[in-house]
């Protein structure tokens, strides 16, 4: 800017002596196009100095300056500029700043009240500062991205660096600082003699990082994570991300991120060698290595695409030394970690993938050796309109190896074929007529050694047939008044298949490995197979029904379901206690009501299909006014007394948990909530926290207590801070 200003007053010389008005002018000065414009310009010729006054404008390469007076003394090289100077930098900086006086080659002097404006909206600001070349040193400035004003009496930004000495280097696009205070809310909370950081242009740079992890827990005592950036490359990085405990020593930790062109993949792995405890948490007096490792990366394979389509490929490594790390170390609750690599075909409206899963499981009980690995996995899915009756028909095909160290072990190969008519009647109801047919072939061998009893198979070659044919109708009645709006809704569905393929005779012979967790409830209520997979299959000859009810007005909104299901036979395919045993099944439904801005309830239930007790309770209440936000959920799975649903893994349950969210206002507010375990009687967890955030700064405060135990995590206190300053992380 301050070379381009010397331009200017020399071009003035040569191009506007004696004049008294100038106008919007180009200038050529060392093939360099000018853009110039003034009200007035007077040249001094006794005294050799060039005066341009109002709305001076000066354009050069993507820079804009403007002053409403410029002073150039042609004798000593000295120019002054006055009066609301603002510079545009062709990066988008801004400066302010009331007088200069500059020398030299107008790199070098003195500017006063100045203002840097940044491109994010960060400010550096300072009564007194000069330039020194590509250097802006400012004295007892400020730095802050937050919105503010210096005006006597005005409210101080939110936070701030105060510093004797600011200064930015514009090559380096480095702001260093000298006796550095940080302050937040106006009180000081740092102080070092010396911090640097990028200025906004800079996309990114090696350097440290603030704290990302800071707290206070019964397992790892004190503990702060302060990571460090290193800026390989434009196309990759590596965060150092060590957590330093006062208990358990120091995790070493990291994240490296690399785009290759086509796609990116991320990789984060961590390592400890800490205390060895047993069960009863108490250290054996041995140290233990433990770490994990997670990876992840999507790329384009665009040198298919000659083949049509859009391809891509995708995987995933997921591996961690033991079953709670993730829980101690992280507060990671993950159950399974899957680790795949695949790749994908999208055309038209089909798909196909191909690939490979493994697992492993996080819980005390799971076994490595009995847990199931596909290798490989692959499904296709057709579908193409036929241009007849608006119908459709689709394609689908899958199959599976499912592998364990020590165990079952099966292979599965599926296809199925299906023809869809959709239409609609002259009285405005709706029907879906649909026909499939699918063949499964399995393969089991080592049944003998299953993970659980009731999933294995019988050793061979085993195939079925399983065709099915269903109609769909529903019926909506509407009426709308002037500020209500209704429909009912009754549906209806009947689904006509042989019985023979479910008959306990016949399932004995498959190997169950997708289809184990099963729930009788309004998702599934009109489902052509309510079996999740492919490994249990629904049969029989039966009839759904329900009715859908929906209220819209100014200040309710409403949608409630219920309905049943009837089977002509009798035969058991269900697991007991699911709400689907004999011939008919319990009554599902669902309520979800909004009262305005103030309540919102959600209601999930299932009644005894004789008695109409509560068989299955899920409430969800919440409500109150913008400011204040109470919660109330409630859950029981009443399993007939059992602890566990005969024939799946799903437990029985009876919990209550409540939640309190305070706005204070629009940057202060606090929340909490408690979760208690009504079958034994004992609360798991409640926590409590308080909040801040505004423009440029996010604070919080939390404070957690659980009462569950896991092997060697024990029922624990845990305190956590976190602060986040915009621009500083």
Same mark, same amino acid.
């Given at each position: 800017?301050?070379?381009?200003?010397?331009?200017?007053?020399?071009?003035?010389?040569?191009?506007?002596?004696?004049?008294?008005?100038?106008?919007?002018?180009?200038?050529?000065?060392?093939?360099?196009?000018?853009?110039?414009?003034?009200?007035?310009?007077?040249?001094?010729?006794?005294?050799?100095?060039?005066?341009?006054?109002?709305?001076?404008?000066?354009?050069?390469?993507?820079?804009?300056?403007?002053?409403?007076?410029?002073?150039?003394?042609?004798?000593?090289?000295?120019?002054?500029?006055?009066?609301?100077?603002?510079?545009?930098?062709?990066?988008?900086?801004?400066?302010?700043?009331?007088?200069?006086?500059?020398?030299?080659?107008?790199?070098?002097? +003195?500017?006063?009240?100045?203002?840097?404006?940044?491109?994010?909206?960060?400010?550096?600001?300072?009564?007194?500062?000069?330039?020194?070349?590509?250097?802006?040193?400012?004295? !007892?400035?400020?730095?802050?991205?937050?919105?503010?004003?210096?005006?006597?009496?005005?409210? !101080?930004?939110?936070?701030?660096?105060?510093?004797?000495?600011?200064?930015?280097?514009?090559?380096?696009?480095?702001?260093?600082?000298?006796?550095?205070?940080?302050?937040?809310?106006?009180?000081?909370?740092?102080?070092?003699?010396?911090?640097?950081? =990028?200025?906004?242009?800079?996309?990114?740079?090696?350097?440290?990082?603030?704290?990302?992890?800071?707290?206070?827990?019964?397992?790892?005592?004190?503990?702060?994570?302060?990571?460090?950036?290193?800026?390989?490359?434009?196309?990759?990085?590596?965060?150092?991300?060590?957590?330093?405990?006062?208990?358990?020593?120091?995790?070493?930790?990291?994240?490296?991120?690399?785009?290759?062109?086509?796609?990116? @993949?991320?990789?984060?792995?961590? +390592?400890?060698?800490?205390?060895?405890?047993?069960?009863?948490?108490?250290?054996?007096?041995?140290?233990?290595?433990?770490?994990?490792?997670?990876?992840?990366?999507?790329?384009?394979?665009?040198? %298919?695409?000659?083949?049509?389509?859009?391809?891509?490929?995708?995987?995933?490594?997921?591996?961690?030394?033991?079953?709670?790390?993730?829980?101690?170390?992280?507060?990671?609750?993950?159950?399974?970690?899957?680790?795949?690599?695949?790749?994908?075909?999208?055309?038209?409206?089909? &798909?196909?993938?191909?690939?490979?899963?493994?697992?492993?499981?996080?819980?005390?009980?799971?076994?490595?050796?009995?847990? /199931?690995?596909?290798? /490989?996995?692959?499904?296709?899915?057709?579908?193409?309109?036929?241009?007849?009756?608006?119908?459709?028909?689709?394609?689908?095909?899958?199959?599976?190896?499912?592998?364990?160290?020590?165990?079952?072990?099966?292979?599965?190969?599926?296809?199925?074929?299906?023809?869809?008519?959709?239409?609609?009647?002259?009285?405005?109801?709706?029907?879906?007529?649909?026909?499939?047919?699918?063949?499964?072939? &399995?393969?089991?061998?080592?049944?003998?050694?299953?993970?659980?009893?009731?999933?294995?198979?019988?050793?061979?070659?085993?195939?079925? #047939?399983?065709?099915?044919?269903? #109609?769909?109708?529903?019926?909506?009645?509407?009426?709308?008044?002037?500020?209500?709006?209704?429909?009912?809704?009754?549906?209806?569905?009947?689904?006509?298949?042989?019985?023979? /393929?479910?008959?306990?005779?016949?399932?004995?012979?498959?190997?169950?490995?997708?289809?184990?967790?099963?729930?009788?409830?309004?998702?599934? %209520? @009109?489902?052509?197979?309510?079996?999740?997979? &492919?490994?249990?299959?629904?049969?029989?000859?039966?009839?759904?029904?329900?009715?859908?009810?929906?209220?819209?007005?100014?200040?309710?909104?409403?949608?409630?379901?219920?309905?049943?299901?009837?089977?002509?036979?009798?035969?058991?395919?269900? =697991?007991?206690?699911?709400?689907?045993?004999?011939?008919?099944?319990?009554?599902?439904?669902?309520?979800?009501?909004?009262?305005?801005?103030?309540?919102?309830?959600?209601?999930?239930?299932?009644?005894?299909?004789?008695?109409?007790?509560?068989? $299955?309770?899920?409430?969800?209440?919440?409500?109150? /006014?913008?400011?204040?936000?109470?919660?109330?959920?409630?859950?029981?799975?009443?399993? !007939?007394?059992?602890?566990?649903?005969?024939?799946?893994?799903?437990? !029985?349950? $009876?919990?209550?948990?409540?939640?309190?969210?305070?706005?204070?206002?629009?940057?202060?507010?606090?929340?909490?909530?408690?979760?208690?375990?009504?079958?034994?009687?004992?609360?798991?967890?409640?926590?409590?926290?308080? +909040?801040?955030?505004?423009?440029?700064?996010? @604070?919080?405060?939390?404070?957690?207590?659980?009462?569950?135990?896991?092997?060697?995590?024990?029922?624990?206190?845990?305190?956590?801070?976190?602060?986040?300053?915009?621009?500083?992380?």
């Amino acid at each position: 800017m301050i070379k381009t200003l010397k331009i200017l007053v020399l071009a003035f010389i040569g191009a506007y002596a004696c004049l008294t008005t100038a106008s919007a002018q180009n200038l050529l000065t060392e093939n360099k196009q000018i853009e110039f414009a003034a009200d007035k310009v007077i040249y001094d010729q006794e005294n050799n100095i060039i005066t341009a006054s109002g709305n001076v404008i000066l354009n050069q390469n993507g820079n804009s300056l403007k002053a409403d007076k410029v002073i150039y003394n042609a004798t000593s090289g000295e120019v002054s500029a006055e009066g609301g100077i603002t510079i545009n930098e062709a990066s988008g900086n801004i400066l302010y700043t009331e007088n200069a006086n500059l020398n030299g080659d107008l790199k070098e002097g +003195f500017i006063n009240n100045t203002r840097v404006i940044f491109t994010d909206g960060s400010k550096l600001i300072a009564r007194t500062g000069e330039r020194k070349g590509q250097l802006t040193i400012l004295q !007892n400035a400020i730095y802050s991205p937050c919105e503010f004003c210096l005006e006597p009496g005005k409210e !101080n930004p939110t936070w701030h660096i105060k510093a004797d000495e600011i200064t930015h280097d514009s090559d380096e696009k480095t702001i260093r600082y000298k006796n550095v205070r940080l302050e937040v809310a106006g009180i000081p909370i740092l102080y070092s003699p010396y911090l640097a950081h =990028p200025d906004p242009s800079v996309r990114s740079r090696s350097g440290l990082l603030p704290p990302t992890r800071l707290g206070n827990s019964t397992e790892l005592g004190a503990y702060i994570s302060v990571p460090y950036f290193f800026d390989i490359s434009q196309s990759q990085d590596f965060t150092f991300e060590p957590i330093i405990t006062s208990r358990e020593g120091i995790v070493f930790a990291g994240t490296h991120r690399k785009h290759v062109g086509n796609g990116i @993949f991320t990789t984060t792995a961590s +390592f400890a060698n800490v205390n060895e405890r047993d069960n009863n948490f108490i250290k054996t007096g041995d140290r233990e290595l433990r770490g994990h490792i997670f990876s992840a990366g999507e790329f384009d394979l665009t040198s %298919l695409d000659s083949l049509g389509g859009d391809w891509q490929w995708d995987y995933a490594a997921n591996w961690v030394s033991d079953d709670t790390y993730l829980r101690r170390y992280y507060s990671d609750n993950t159950d399974v970690l899957e680790s795949h690599a695949k790749i994908e075909r999208f055309w038209d409206k089909n &798909y196909a993938t191909f690939g490979t899963y493994l697992f492993q499981g996080l819980d005390r009980e799971d076994n490595i050796d009995f847990t /199931p690995q596909a290798l /490989p996995s692959f499904a296709l899915n057709m579908n193409q309109d036929t241009g007849f009756l608006n119908s459709r028909v689709t394609f689908d095909a899958s199959g599976i190896q499912i592998y364990r160290n020590k165990g079952m072990r099966s292979r599965r190969f599926s296809a199925k074929a299906g023809w869809e008519i959709p239409f609609q009647s002259s009285l405005g109801d709706f029907y879906n007529i649909s026909a499939t047919v699918r063949s499964d072939l &399995y393969n089991n061998s080592n049944t003998e050694f299953p993970d659980f009893p009731q999933y294995a198979g019988i050793d061979g070659t085993h195939s079925r #047939l399983l065709p099915k044919l269903a #109609l769909d109708w529903r019926l909506p009645f509407l009426k709308s008044g002037e500020t209500t709006s209704q429909v009912i809704e009754p549906m209806f569905s009947i689904i006509v298949a042989p019985t023979k /393929p479910n008959l306990p005779e016949n399932v004995v012979n498959f190997t169950n490995e997708d289809s184990r967790n099963f729930e009788f409830d309004e998702n599934n %209520l @009109f489902s052509h197979n309510r079996f999740n997979g &492919y490994d249990r299959w629904e049969g029989g000859t039966r009839v759904n029904f329900g009715m859908r009810y929906n209220l819209y007005t100014d200040d309710i909104n409403m949608t409630a379901t219920i309905g049943q299901s009837v089977r002509l036979n009798n035969t058991e395919t269900f =697991p007991v206690g699911s709400g689907y045993e004999g011939k008919a099944s319990d009554f599902v439904g669902r309520v979800d009501l909004t009262l305005g801005e103030y309540i919102d309830y959600v209601h999930r239930f299932r009644l005894d299909k004789r008695s109409f007790a509560l068989r $299955r309770n899920e409430m969800i209440l919440s409500g109150g /006014p913008k400011w204040l936000k109470a919660s109330l959920r409630y859950l029981d799975l009443d399993l !007939n007394d059992n602890n566990q649903l005969v024939g799946t893994e799903l437990e !029985n349950r $009876r919990e209550i948990g409540t939640g309190l969210n305070v706005n204070f206002d629009e940057k202060w507010s606090a929340r909490g909530s408690w979760v208690r375990n009504l079958l034994n009687d004992k609360t798991i967890s409640y926590d409590a926290g308080i +909040f801040y955030q505004d423009d440029c700064l996010e @604070f919080g405060l939390t404070y957690e207590r659980r009462f569950t135990s896991d092997r060697d995590i024990a029922p624990s206190n845990i305190i956590f801070f976190k602060i986040v300053l915009k621009n500083l992380g």
